[in-house]
């Protein structure tokens, strides 16, 4: 698709509260089945209508959770604040956006979590700007096991032009010593297996948009494996905040991600 935001309605009072939202629900209808094809639309209040199983299991762990159903719900980064570790706050907000879902002529279900005025630009460094779609998807619907890493994953569309879409399925989270600057993917298929490697910084912020399905990812500052200049870009996980970063000791947080 030539670009990925501009559809659906949101429509605010006069004191900008939203009295109606069909943006991700519309996308689906007017973008996406324009090239996939669909079986079934739902909207927020009937994920399940779309397969989108009651409970889904998160990442490497017994714990289970309900996929919830607007965007600052799913991340509440996309419409709240943050601490520092030194007492400072910072936040974003946006239009809290609802969920939809649809079902795929395969058989697939997914949920869209959608930002319509989804920018090329970092504000102030965070990331939360730049995301225009985000999707959760479920390869065999309500059928088991419903769990992260094995049916269910995610991708995430950043960019409104020349978008970059991302999938990582987070293997191990691993710490890296001087020896390993500039050899990352190294470290990971060393430490961790010949088959994964170190994340770049897109993936890393589709990582930070889902990390509510990833519970063993800290709020910390992970680095990544994309160059700016002679640094290496650092994500501070809490916070969405894109960073140049040298100090290794300070940022020694590696995810090794599947090779895809």
């Known amino acids: 698709m030539p670009a990925l935001n501009g559809y659906g309605t949101l429509t605010e009072d006069e004191n900008g509260s939203v009295t109606a939202d069909t943006a991700a629900e519309t996308f689906v209808t007017d973008g996406l089945a324009k090239v996939l094809k669909i079986n079934n639309i739902c909207d927020s209040e009937h994920l399940a209508d779309c397969g989108i199983p009651e409970k889904i299991t998160l990442l490497n ?16 980064l996309f419409n709240g604040t943050a601490s520092y570790g030194d007492g400072s706050v910072t936040s974003y907000s946006q239009t809290d956006t609802n969920a939809a879902a649809f079902e795929t002529a395969n058989g697939e279900s997914i949920v869209i979590f959608y930002n319509p005025n989804c920018s090329s630009m970092r504000r102030a460094n965070k990331l939360q700007p730049t995301m225009c779609a985000n999707f959760i998807y479920d390869l065999n619907g309500s059928k088991g096991p419903n769990t992260v890493g094995k049916d269910i994953g ?37 430490k961790v297996d010949s088959e994964s490697r170190a994340t770049n910084i897109d993936e890393l912020s589709s990582i930070f948009v889902n990390k509510a399905l990833l519970p063993t990812i800290a709020v910390d500052g992970y680095r990544s494996n994309t160059r700016n200049g002679q640094y290496y870009l650092v994500l501070h996980m809490h916070i969405g905040t894109i960073a140049d970063n040298h100090n290794l000791a300070s940022y020694a947080n590696l995810i090794c991600v599947k090779r895809n």
Do not use: H, W
């Open 154 to 190: 995610f991708m995430t569309a950043f960019y409104p032009s020349d978008p970059i879409i991302v999938a990582p399925i987070p293997i191990k989270t691993i710490k890296v010593t001087d020896d390993y600057l500039g050899r990352f993917d190294t470290a990971c298929r060393e």
């Open 61 to 76: 762990s017994n714990t289970t959770t309900s996929i919830p159903k607007t965007l600052a719900a799913f991340n509440p």
